[in-house]
């Protein structure tokens, strides 16, 4: 794309725009954050003597609003050391300096009449070209564009951004007639490749597509309890994870997103769709218009459908509301014969089928959620978009749903729905057992399902053309979930290894959490095996929610408790050994971390060539918390690179310090960037893609780019520098402090000592140079010893068993 973004300008810095201006900074942008500036004095200003022309007073409600978005947690930036990206100013002496911005985005109030001064504003200091957008969730795109002038208009559009902004993925770009292409196209582009985003394009409708589904899904659901006479604790087991939808299910979020906020964008729908079939939908039932009468708005008011509170013991415990009463008592456990079936499902279609063959509640409740949404989706089409799988887009990136309505509906079966839908006994307002004509039309042309894998690539039914065309985009990802079928060249009960086409391969774990164990070490394995004799390259990524939870300490801790030691030992060896197979393999490895990478997932990414990781990954080695040391390399691979850093005496001190407090406070990474503070990643080793769905191409083009470069086998290091008795006596003092401070226990110290032993590389009476297996040997021994350890089996035990004692 030709257009350049360096600097961007957000006006109004509440919740929204405070988020919005630290993922800009996030992505390296320099970043203008204005607001109003206050009326008055605070009495704090007055005993100050500052004035009302005073710029720490002019800039209060920015620089406030900024201080509480970086203060929450989880944090809206990558890294404390890109808040100087951030400058804060105020509309009335600050507004001209949007002069030499590239991107205006308004995030002021929701209220027409004010967003129109602002753009007022914006025109007299705004440079022809510069794009502006507004982030509203529902005023009309082209209201605000009136009496604006044609540059204006050209480049002016809506980009709704949803909150939180760094972690939910979907942006939504809602154009007016006047928008140029090359502004849509811009923006599509640069949200996906440079925000992380999934970009879905919008009409300009009520709450455009995200907010137009999810509410009325979510409000449908409002009505249903009335029905069915369900409760609180009922519904949220039903549309939580076991529905393929977050944790927070529907009232939980309810409460987190705020009753009020829900109850507005459904007055805004109500007034503004008012030939919107289920328009009856948007009315509130009796019970939530009397929770908001009482200020029961969820999180921001202390309760809304749960309550946390104090009991008898001091602790805390949640309550939750009876929807009858309005009264909150504890919470039931719920019971489903359905629920308990999809628990052993993985896929997540195959459980759709399974949630909706079942015959007690939650089968009935499945049914009448989905038959009407799936009525109410096929009639939105053409209305707020012409391509029915940017709604799929908004729900899976907006809210969390594992499958978009129409994905859930392919899984049922598309044809032997309809009837279904006709014949439901649930009905809700506007519900008329029947779907939109195209829908019959798309079964009549011979296509069975709204979407097909074609050659690995998703194909959606274009309701124009009457066939099957590749999303945009598509061809560029590359998803295992489409290839699994075609490409896979060998596979166990833990590793599928797929062939990625250019000579490069995939090992992809697919265990419980992606843990490591047996099958996944034969994997790994397996892996460079062929990839060495056959292949290119070798990446190492999946497609789960997690990239790995680290090893599988469940078998750890049966063989320490058997006390089959030289199981153990093997099994230590075997995992060390594979993690060096990774780094001097024949062929360039890249990892492909994501989300949690912890323990031995944290240790293979350290040994890659290369690790091409997502922007939101969670790195650390965990393994003080389970009573050990690293023992996959981990510990080695530390020792290694604090080496590496050594310059002076002093240095020396410090660099071992901060690798061993990495260790020792088990520290996970809140970010990609963090990772890197923290020494898990190399300078010139690394690489960040900001968009999940991008990742794996992006590691796939990074082996390539290795082996096109005339990849050569790296020889392993013999030429470590560890401090011996020197560091030990550092390591020693400092955990016999902590330990008379009452800091750690008796275990931990024992812990950071077999640490330190093995980072300072043994009893050595000099600084002396040494080889990474005799790192290994030193890992290993320590890691059995520890191993041996009662408090450690007892910390294995508490985590496997949460909580349980340890029996004799």
């Known amino acids: 794309m030709s257009r350049n973004i360096k600097k961007v300008a957000v006006l109004g810095s509440g919740v929204m725009g405070s988020r919005i201006a630290c993922h800009f900074a996030n992505i390296g942008m320099e970043v203008l954050l204005l607001d109003i500036v206050p009326k008055e004095l605070l009495p704090q200003e007055e005993a100050k003597g500052l004035t009302l022309q005073s710029t720490a007073v002019r800039n209060r409600i920015v620089d406030l609003s900024l201080n509480t978005a970086l203060q929450t947690n989880p944090s809206p930036i990558y890294s404390k050391s890109y808040i100087p990206r951030i400058t804060t100013g105020n509309f009335d002496d600050n507004m001209k300096d949007i002069a030499s911005c590239d991107w205006i985005i308004e995030v002021v109030v929701e209220r027409l009449d004010i967003k129109k001064n602002v753009f007022e504003q914006v025109e007299k200091y705004r440079r022809e070209g510069t794009l502006i957008t507004s982030n509203t969730s529902g005023i009309p795109i082209h209201l605000m564009a009136e009496n604006r002038s044609e540059d204006f208009k050209a480049h002016f559009c809506g980009t709704h951004f949803f909150n939180p902004p760094r972690y939910l993925e979907l942006l939504e770009i809602i154009p007016t007639s006047h928008t140029s292409k090359e502004v849509i196209d811009f923006l599509t582009h640069f949200g996906d490749k440079m925000l992380g985003k999934t970009v879905v394009l919008c009409k300009d409708t009520p709450a455009f597509i995200g907010n137009r589904i999810g509410v009325y899904s979510m409000l449908a659901i409002t009505h249903l309890v009335e029905k069915m006479e369900l409760s609180v604790e009922e519904v949220d087991k039903y549309t939580g994870p076991a529905m393929g939808h977050p944790k927070s299910a529907t009232f939980r979020t309810a409460d987190v997103v705020g009753l009020d906020t829900l109850a507005n964008v459904a007055k805004g729908l109500l007034q503004n769709a008012p030939e919107d079939e289920a328009n009856g939908i948007f009315h509130l039932p009796a019970y939530l218009d009397k929770m908001l009468e009482n200020k029961w708005l969820g999180e921001k008011s202390k309760q809304g459908f749960y309550k946390k509170q104090k009991d008898a013991s001091g602790g805390s415990e949640i309550l939750v509301l009876d929807l009858k009463t309005l009264d909150y008592s504890g919470q039931d456990k719920v019971k489903s014969s359905t629920l308990e079936s999809t628990k052993a499902i993985d896929d997540i279609r195959k459980r759709m089928k399974v949630f909706e063959e079942g015959e007690d509640k939650a089968g009935i409740f ?346 050569v086998q790296p020889a392993p290091r013999h030429n470590i520098k560890v401090l011996g008795n020197q560091g030990l006596g550092i390591v020693y003092v400092g955990a016999s402090s902590m330990r008379a401070g009452n800091y750690i226990s008796d275990h931990d110290k024992k812990i950071s000592e077999k640490l330190g032993w093995v980072m300072c590389g043994g009893n050595l009476s000099s600084p002396t140079e040494v080889s990474e297996q005799y790192l290994l040997d030193l890992e290993r021994k320590a890691f059995l010893e520890l191993c041996a350890e009662r408090k450690t089996l007892e910390r294995i035990q508490h985590m496997l068993t949460k909580g349980k004692p340890l029996r004799n």
Request: charged share 25%; hydrophobic share 40%; proline share 3%.
């Open 366 to 711: 499945f049914r009448a959620m989905h038959y009407p949404l799936f009525e109410y989706v096929s009639r939105r089409v053409p209305e707020i978009t012409d391509d029915f799988y940017r709604i799929d887009d908004a729900m899976r990136a907006g809210f969390g749903w594992e499958l978009g309505p129409f994905e859930v509906w392919d899984a049922l079966g598309v044809r032997a729905t309809l009837e279904k839908i006709k014949t439901e006994e649930k009905r809700l307002p506007g519900q008329q057992g029947e779907v939109a004509p195209w829908v019959h039309e798309m079964l009549a042309s011979g296509c069975e399902s709204f979407y097909k894998i074609v050659n690995g690539v998703k194909h959606y039914y274009d309701l124009t053309s009457k066939m099957y065309k590749p999303i945009p985009g598509a061809e560029d990802l590359i998803v295992l979930d489409h290839i699994r079928d075609t490409k896979t060249v060998w596979k166990n009960a833990g590793v599928t290894i797929a062939d990625l086409g250019d000579g490069i391969l995939n090992c992809e774990f697919h265990t419980k959490m992606n843990t490591i164990g047996g099958e996944v070490i034969q994997g790994i394995n397996k892996a460079i095996d062929l990839a060495e004799k056959e292949y290119r390259g070798l990446v190492i990524s999946n497609d789960g929610k997690n990239f790995s939870a680290g090893a599988n300490i469940g078998m750890i801790f049966m063989m320490a408790v058997e006390q089959e030691y030289d199981e153990l030992n093997m099994a230590v060896r075997t995992f060390q050994n594979t993690a060096m197979r990774i780094r001097y393999s024949a062929i360039p490895v890249v990892v492909a971390p994501f989300q949690l990478t912890l323990g031995g997932g944290c240790e293979f990414s350290m040994h890659a060539d290369f690790v091409q990781l997502h922007a939101e990954t969670y790195m650390g080695l965990v393994e003080f918390g389970v009573g050990v040391i690293p023992g996959g390399g981990g510990s080695k691979e530390f020792a290694l690179r604090a080496s590496d850093e050594y310059k002076s005496d002093q240095i020396v001190q410090n660099t071992l310090k901060d690798r061993f407090l990495t260790i020792g406070q088990a520290k996970v990474s809140t970010s990609a960037v963090e990772a890197a503070a923290l020494g898990y990643l190399q300078q010139g080793r690394y690489a960040i893609t900001m968009n999940r769905k991008r990742l794996l191409a992006d590691a796939k083009a990074k082996a390539l780019e290795l082996a096109d470069a005339g990849y």
